[in-house]
């Protein structure tokens, strides 16, 4: 299995333009997460989806942020306009919900900088 | 709200053990996590222990789980250079939403 999957890797942006983060999770799991990792704030959390449904945003900066998920394989971030203080890594993460550990697994993450 | 805690440093020398600790506030999770941060990567679940065990050992690494302090730690016995990462601790109340602490960055010095 290839893990969870995110692109970009990299993304550099000037502020006021559109950001589209992008994860595909592992086949089968039915979670999906969006974690945002900076200094400052440490690893947040800003939405999950259970079944393709969003299920806590409550996580989400503000409005410029929105998350989809058309369907099981494939989730967006996007964020819009984008600021400089958005500048973080970005993970995703999926899990499945049962089996013995219930583990998140993490994808390599997408480093945002806004100028 | 849950709440994980945990320093934000630790150093130690090749050889010697590791202890990194971390307080949470949920004792109804039935599940708690080791988490492992190599630079420049996600994160990677390390060990879990389930929370009618105490303790858990495998291979360098030994989970102690108080439930009544709600405190768990994390030893590594014989620390090598490669366990310099950050090492998150997390809860998971409803099977859902991970509560992830803030990290301890582990150094280890030559």
């Known amino acids: 299995d290839a893990g969870v999957i995110q692109s970009p890797r990299h993304e550099v942006t000037e502020m006021g333009q559109e950001v589209t983060l992008r994860c595909k999770p592992i086949?089968?799991?039915?979670?999906l997460f969006w974690y945002r990792q900076t200094m400052m704030r440490g690893l947040e959390l800003l939405i999950y989806?259970?079944?393709?449904?969003?299920?806590?945003d409550s996580g989400m900066p503000e409005d410029r942020f929105s998350a989809k998920m058309p369907n099981a394989s494939f989730s967006t971030l996007k964020i819009q306009p984008s600021e400089p203080r958005d500048s973080a890594v970005y993970f995703c993460?999926?899990?499945?919900?049962?089996?013995?550990?219930?583990?998140?697994?993490f994808g390599p993450g997408t480093r945002l900088t806004v100028t | 709200g849950e709440d994980v805690e945990q320093s934000l440093f630790l150093s130690v020398r090749e050889g010697d053990s590791s202890v990194i600790n971390c307080t949470y506030t949920d004792s109804s999770s039935t599940y708690l996590y080791w988490y492992k941060q190599e630079p420049g990567a996600g994160l990677q679940l390390l060990t879990y222990?389930?929370?009618?065990?105490d303790m858990k050992q495998d291979q360098r690494l030994t989970v102690l789980l108080n439930k009544k302090d709600k405190h768990l730690s994390l030893r590594i016995a014989d620390t090598q250079t490669g366990d310099s990462a950050i090492y998150f601790c997390?809860?998971?109340?409803?099977?859902?939403?991970?509560?992830f602490g803030s990290g301890t960055k582990l150094n280890v010095k030559p």
């Open positions: 989806f259970n079944n393709n449904v969003p299920i806590d």
């Open positions: 086949s089968g799991h039915n979670s």
């Open positions: 997390a809860e998971t109340p409803n099977f859902n939403k991970f509560y």
């Open positions: 222990i389930f929370s009618n065990m």
């Open positions: 993460a999926s899990s499945i919900t049962f089996g013995p550990s219930y583990e998140q697994y």
